[in-house]
Nanobody
Framework: QVRLAESGGGLVQAGDSLSLSCAASGDTICISDMGWYRQAPGKERELVATITSGGSTNYADSVKGRVTISRDNAKNKVFLQMLSLKPEDTAVYFC????????????????WGQGTQVTVSS
């Protein structure tokens, strides 16, 4: 299976920046897309940003212009650079990977990390 470990969370003030990292290990051949999701207390988990194996990115409207997702395929890592953080960005941030499509022999399930807490104070 794919194992994911997030790091880089912490407590920051509004307007500050923060960078998150996620390292994948295990069956990394079973990684296609990678992404970041977040979940605030009492809220549903939501997409923040995704990036394909080819480098195509997608961002939630709430973070466009403030967030950059990138990946290092050789190192099996994905990063999230966040600028101008707002209190509403406070959440647990999760790393996620999705397997390749048909033609591969990987389990058809996403892999999730355990999350890293980001708290933005006003």
């Amino acid at each position: 299976q794919v194992r994911l470990a997030e790091s880089g969370g912490g407590l920051v003030q509004a307007g500050d920046s923060l960078s998150l990292s996620c390292a994948a290990s295990g069956d990394t051949i079973c990684i296609s897309d990678m992404g970041w999701y977040r979940q605030a207390p009492g809220k549903e988990r939501e997409l923040v940003a995704t990036i394909t194996s080819g480098g195509s990115t997608n961002y939630a409207d709430s973070v466009k212009g403030r967030v950059t997702i990138s990946r290092d395929n050789a190192k099996n890592k994905v990063f999230l650079q966040m600028l101008s953080l707002k209190p509403e960005d406070t959440a647990v941030y999760f790393c996620r990977t999705d397997p390749p499509g048909l033609g591969y022999v990987c389990p058809p399930f996403a892999s999730w990390g355990q999350g890293t807490q980001v708290t933005v104070s006003s």
